[in-house]
C-alpha cells in the first residue's frame, strides 16, 4: 500500500529505504515485482537495500557502501561480478558465498 500510495502524486524518483524489511518472503515477491514493473516503465528510483541478489537483478547502477564511505560504484556486473576494491571482494565473497 505505501508504494501505491506514494505513486498518487506520479513522483520522479521513487526513492525506497529497505522496502522490503520486516516483511515474509512471499510479501517480499509482491513487492519486488511490483520495484521490477516500475522499473520496466522507465521510473527513476534510488534504493537501499541489503538484498543483493534483487540488487543485482533490478538496479542499472549499484553503489556499494561500507563504513559510511562509498567503496564502489558502477553497473550491477561490474560491482557485484567483478568488484575492483578488496572491501567489496570480501562482502561479495561473504553474501553470495563465490569468488569474487
Same mark, same amino acid.
Given at each position: 500500500?505505501?508504494?501505491?500510495?506514494?505513486?498518487?502524486?506520479?513522483?520522479?524518483?521513487?526513492?525506497?529505504?529497505?522496502?522490503?524489511?520486516?516483511?515474509?518472503?512471499?510479501?517480499?515477491? #509482491?513487492?519486488?515485482?511490483?520495484?521490477?514493473?516500475?522499473a520496466?516503465?522507465?521510473?527513476?528510483?534510488?534504493m537501499?537495500? !541489503?538484498?543483493?541478489?534483487?540488487?543485482?537483478?533490478?538496479?542499472?547502477?549499484?553503489?556499494?557502501?561500507?563504513?559510511?564511505?562509498?567503496?564502489?560504484?558502477?553497473?550491477? #556486473?561490474?560491482?557485484?561480478? #567483478?568488484?575492483?576494491?578488496?572491501?567489496?571482494?570480501?562482502?561479495?565473497?561473504?553474501?553470495? !558465498?563465490?569468488?569474487?
Amino acid at each position: 500500500m505505501a508504494i501505491a500510495r506514494a505513486l498518487m502524486p506520479d513522483p520522479k524518483p521513487m526513492l525506497f529505504d529497505e522496502v522490503t524489511s520486516a516483511l515474509d518472503p512471499e510479501r517480499v515477491a #509482491e513487492v519486488e515485482a511490483v520495484i521490477m514493473g516500475l522499473a520496466e516503465q522507465g521510473m527513476p528510483m534510488m534504493m537501499v537495500t !541489503h538484498d543483493m541478489w534483487f540488487a543485482r537483478d533490478v538496479a542499472s547502477r549499484v553503489i556499494f557502501c561500507a563504513g559510511g564511505v562509498v567503496v564502489e560504484d558502477g553497473p550491477p #556486473e561490474q560491482v557485484l561480478g #567483478e568488484p575492483k576494491e578488496e572491501r567489496t571482494r570480501e562482502f561479495i565473497n561473504r553474501v553470495f !558465498h563465490i569468488k569474487a
